[in-house]
Every structure is written in C-alpha cells, then in structure tokens.
C-alpha cells in the first residue's frame, strides 16, 4: 500500500461534508486515577455512531461514477456496513451487506435504516467471504473491504489527524486493533504529524492474533473465542500487518472482565457511551498494560452502538 499523510488528508477533504468533527474530551476523574492527561476522541460520537463513517464515505465518493452505479457491497457484524448503507445513500446507488447471524439487533437495525439489502449467513469468515462474492458476481457491486482497502484506511486515519490537530501536544496514541485499519490509519497519520509519537493498540486477549503476529514478525490467524468486544473478531489483514510492522510501537491484551469494567467506568465518569471494542484501549491503561504515568495521551473512542437491552454488567 502506497499511503502517506497527503492521501490521508485528501480523504479528510472528501468526506469533510459527510461527517462529524467530533470533540475530544477529558476527564479529571480518570486523569487522576490513571497519574496522566488522557485526551478522548470521541468517534462514539460519529455518524452511524462510530468511526467506521469516515472510512466507508472515503471509498464510496472515491469511486468514479460508472463504478458506482454498480453499487457497493461488503460483509460487516454492523458498524462498517451501516457505514456503508448510509454513504451510500447518500451518493444515491444501492448496497449490499452480508452480517452473521449473530449480529446485535441494534446493528442490524442500523444498517436497515440506511436502505442497504441485508443478506445473512453463518458466522464465520468463510461463510461471510463467500456470501459477499455471490452478492457481487450477481449484482456486479464493488466490494468495499472494511480494512483491506486503501480509500478506508486513509478515511479512518482522519479521526487522528482532527485528535492532533486538537491537542498537538500528545505523547503517545491508541486505538483498538480488529483488521486493523483505523490502526494503520491513526499510525501513519499520527507518525507522519508527530515523528516521535508512540502508537499502541490494544486487542481482547480472546482475540489475540494481531499481538502475537506483532510479537512473532510474521501474520498469525487464530481461531477466535467469543469476545464482547464484537467489533474486534477479525483477524488482521495482510496489507494492514505491513504497516503495522513498520508504523505501530506495541499492541497489547486485555481481558474480557477488563473491557467491561473499562466501558463501565467511561459511562460512569464521562457520561458517554461506549461498545465494548471503544473501551479495550481504556482497559489496557486502567490494567497497566501501557506506561502513560505523566504522559499526555490520546484515545480513539472507535463507536458508542450498544444493545441497551443486554448491557454486558447487568
């Protein structure tokens, strides 16, 4: 992949109409507990309620218009193909999502609402792959990968820029790690802004490919245990672990009682939601995982889509 921060900055142009320019807060209650500055980007916040609107707007108005008029299509456990459903509606041509089955309902209503055409499958990535190939060999729609594509990746790495452009004085940055391109995003933005900058991410421990392939020097695929963290299931991608390997500083673990006391603890002191896959990134700092004693340090609060009818303490 050929990404730079001028790439990054053309996508942020692009989609400037299309999204939020969302605030970054802070808490003194954490602050303190935590002996840091902590900096929230609060993509909770975004569109479709989730940093995956930056992405998905990028890729779809990059498209040229006979392209587009093919549609777009993709398989997503929600975020990214309610993303996709609302860019493109607003562009006007149709899409096509592939979610498991076993999708949270308020996902599944997200990318409904948008006017996409749902077509459900077992929950596994062969089954997804496979049914999104059918979708686009019958209705010759372009796939829109949510990580394995470079329009995405530039789009997410706007969240990072708007965080630096904010708070320029930020020692180190972190986001969660699923296929990986909000981290390769934020990496080369924020590396490209701030040479000296630490980059981190964080990952359920359920769902460790990205850490060990990080540790290893080579691409790990693990089979995935159930995690709450439903955004983060998915193993990294190819073109992502290269830049990764070249841009991001560690990639660390939490566990699964970790994540929900972290997005507990961002609901009770800052008065925002949370999903589970937002507050990995907390826990890791809550837990200890990440030195940030007297550090300024920004968070990327990838999405706030919860079920309100089975919240992960009650």
């Not at 790690?177 to 390769?184: M, Q, S």
């Not at 566990?255 to 961002?266: K, L, N």
């Not at 837990?287 to 309100?308: C, E, M, P």
Request: with cysteine.
């Amino acid at each position: 992949m050929s990404l730079d921060l001028a790439a990054i900055r053309g996508a942020h142009e692009r989609i400037r109409p299309y999204i939020h320019r969302t605030p970054v807060l802070t808490s003194s209650r954490l602050d303190a507990a935590r002996g840091a500055s902590l900096f929230f980007k609060c993509e909770n916040l975004q569109k479709i309620g989730a940093f995956k609107a930056r992405g998905a707007t990028n890729a779809v108005f990059a498209l040229d218009d006979a392209t587009a008029r093919r549609g777009v299509a993709a398989d997503s456990s929600g975020n990214h193909g309610a993303a996709l459903a609302r860019a493109a509606k607003l562009r006007g041509i149709p899409a096509y999502v592939v979610m498991p089955s076993n999708s949270a309902k308020v996902k599944i209503r997200a990318v409904k609402s948008y006017g996409a055409e749902i077509m459900f499958c077992e929950p596994t990535e062969a089954a997804r792959e496979s049914a999104c190939a059918d979708v686009i060999a019958k209705t010759g729609a372009t796939l829109i990968h949510s990580f394995e594509n470079e329009d995405v990746i530039a789009g997410q790495g706007t969240a990072a820029v708007e965080l630096l452009e904010d708070i320029p004085e930020v020692d180190l940055v972190m986001c969660p790690i699923g296929g990986g391109g909000l981290l390769c995003g934020t990496a080369i933005a924020a590396k490209s802004m701030r040479p000296r900058i630490k980059v981190i991410a964080a990952e359920p421990i359920n769902a460790d490919d990205a850490a060990q392939s990080f540790r290893a020097g080579r691409l790990i695929h693990t089979p995935k245990k159930f995690t709450i963290a439903d955004g983060l299931r998915t193993n990294i991608g190819e073109p992502n672990f290269a830049i990764i390997q070249r841009y991001v500083d560690d990639i660390v673990t939490v566990s699964e009682e970790a994540i929900v006391s972290a997005m507990r603890t961002i609901w009770e002191a800052m008065k925002i939601i949370v999903e589970p896959s937002a507050a990995v990134p907390y826990a890791a700092v809550a837990k200890g995982k990440i030195d940030i004693g007297g550090k300024r340090a920004g968070i990327i609060l990838t999405g706030g889509n919860v079920d309100l009818d089975a919240l992960p303490w009650m």
